[in-house]
């Protein structure tokens, strides 16, 4: 068989096994709220007050940046997952006893990525037809003006996306949390050059074009010099905005299209390029699931096993009388046996064991450093200004355990107990109650010392926000947790809203309550009920259903 063929069927064999998987439902889930959103006006883009002509070349132009924008980021995570799922299934073993090399594996993988991403994007193409069709100023339909941008810029776009979520796979300390964690903020400094090199040329010009990771600048910048063109007295500024957020614009203008230049056709070409090196250099650091390179490649597999290990050691000293199968210490298991099993101070002593061996599990197995960090950033919220410590230390201090709380709600999934957990009667509320009060518990351990500088401070308004936030974190966590069984979502999305939200002081975003103008506490409180009534609903559901 030749090697093309013998690619092919890799690349085929992996999309069919992924599109039978739930997270696909998910991915063409996203896609269909994409174009629900720009077909309803919730995502629109404008030059200040301006906004171009419902024509094909303005509904591709937003649509082509929506998905540009929208994919390279949640793409990353939703196809970051193909070299540990072999490693996982133990397919990767069987696919290291054959010729297969390194190079061809890891190309296979990019290209299979990119085979996912694509079909997200084609289905963001035939959305922008239908929405062309019933829904649009001017009815007549440019195929070429509609789908260049969807298709040019996506597709470029996305290739470097799934070869990086290669690379970040293949290199141990990236293919866990860090790297998920990481990857926003690569993202945000890929995106904020392209924006940079725009504002510097002062004009759609071509300079930027090949320091433009998405094509957003390229357009953006085009965009710019037709409403200057127009209006000698526009100020500048182009923007992809969420609707609500602005006052709609009140003028419009005419936008031909993007004007495919050689610069910004060879720009799309160099990110194809980009994505090959990329997946060649991932190709270095992947270890061919060799077990004698397990210690240096593999480090994290190697700790999964042993945290695997202490699990199933740990579920020998579960107390059957706490009726949850929680891992338990031996101390706690012998204390609650001496306990009448109805009476209610046993039901609170086995709920405090259970609590405390929740709280036990989130922390265990961490590097020194990362303790000492929180530590230090708990000294930095009580000793810094109010203000400082309320706008500014907390930030950081609730970033901080991102990948503690990310765990929550999904050990079950990650070492096959539910099984034994869910086993017992009243399993499912005292579980999951007992996880969102650990990973509370870790929201205070953190970022207690702005909750006793306010205290001392008698600011109890300040105190009620700090404690609406430090419920609403693990109430996302626990409930992104239990309804994907994976890490990634929690840790991707609550690092993409800190960013938008409390890091600026966004208002109706802040859950943190960085400033009192910025505060909305009765909004995350509700949100944090739901949010835990959801996870709830969810397991028992699935419960149900296995």
């Not at 132009?61 to 072999?86: C, E, H, P, W």
């Not at 090949?210 to 037709?226: I, K, L, R, V, Y």
């Not at 709920?351 to 061996?357: E, G, K, S, T, W």
Request: aromatic share 12%.
């Amino acid at each position: 068989m030749s090697r093309s063929r013998a690619l092919f069927h890799m690349v085929r064999a992996d999309f069919l096994e992924r599109v039978r998987r739930y997270s696909f439902l998910l991915t063409l889930g996203f896609s269909v709220y994409l174009g629900y959103a720009v077909f309803a006006g919730q995502m629109s883009l404008r030059a200040s007050n301006y906004r171009g002509i419902d024509t094909s070349a303005w509904l591709g132009t937003v649509m082509g940046l929506v998905a540009t924008m929208f994919l390279t980021l949640t793409g990353f995570y939703f196809v970051k997952n193909s070299i540990q799922r072999d490693r996982q299934t133990r397919v990767g073993q069987i696919l290291a006893s054959t010729p297969i090399s390194k190079g061809f594996y890891a190309l296979s993988k990019a290209l299979s990525n990119f085979v996912v991403l694509a079909a997200m994007l084609l289905l963001l193409a035939v959305a922008a037809v239908a929405i062309q069709r019933v829904h649009r100023e001017d009815a007549h339909l440019d195929l070429f003006a509609l789908l260049a941008p969807i298709l040019i810029l996506g597709l470029t776009s996305v290739a470097v996306t799934a070869s990086l979520a290669v690379l970040f796979e293949s290199i141990p300390i990236l293919c866990g949390g860090v790297g998920n964690v990481l990857y926003f903020f690569l993202w945000t400094t890929l995106i904020s050059v392209g924006v940079a090199t725009m504002v510097n040329s002062g004009h759609g010009n071509t300079t930027h074009a090949f320091a433009d990771f998405t094509g957003m600048a390229s357009a953006m910048g085009q965009m710019q010099d037709e409403v200057r063109r127009i209006d000698p007295h526009y100020p500048g500024g182009v923007s992809l905005t969420l609707g609500g957020l602005n006052p709609e614009p009140t003028k419009t203008f005419l936008w031909t299209g993007i004007r495919w230049n050689p610069a910004l056709v060879l720009s799309r070409v160099m990110m194809l390029g980009i994505a090959i090196l990329l997946a060649s250099l991932a190709a270095l650091f992947f270890d061919r699931f060799d077990p004698a390179r397990e210690s240096w490649f593999a480090p994290n597999t190697r700790r999964l096993a042993k945290k695997r290990k202490r699990a199933e050691i740990a579920f020998a000293q579960t107390a059957v009388a706490d009726g949850v199968g929680a891992l338990v210490p031996k101390v706690a298991v012998h204390s609650a046996a001496f306990l009448p099993t109805g009476s209610k101070t046993g039901v609170q002593t086995r709920f405090f064991a259970l609590v405390v061996a929740e709280l036990r599990l989130l922390l265990r197995g961490h590097a020194w450093w990362r303790y000492l960090g929180a530590a230090g950033l708990f000294i930095a919220c009580l000793a810094s200004p109010l203000g400082a410590a309320r706008s500014g230390v907390i930030v950081v201090a609730w970033l901080w355990p991102v990948l503690v709380w990310s765990q929550m709600g999904t050990r079950e999934t990650q070492f096959s107990t539910g099984s034994v957990i869910f086993s017992a009667p009243h399993a499912v509320p005292r579980q999951l109650l007992a996880t969102f009060t650990a990973g509370v518990l870790l929201a205070a351990l953190t970022g207690g010392g702005l909750a006793l500088h306010l205290i001392i401070g008698a600011d109890f308004t300040g105190l009620a926000a700090w404690a609406t936030g430090a419920l609403f974190i693990p109430a996302l966590a626990l409930s992104l947790g239990v309804a994907s069984g994976s890490r990634k979502f929690f840790e991707a999305l609550y690092t993409a809203w800190w960013y938008i939200g409390p890091l600026h002081h966004i208002r109706k975003l802040d859950f943190m309550a960085t400033t009192p103008e910025s505060s909305t506490p009765a909004q995350f409180l509700i949100a944090a009920t739901v949010l835990v009534v959801v996870a709830y609903s969810w397991r028992r559901v699935r419960l149900a259903y296995a």
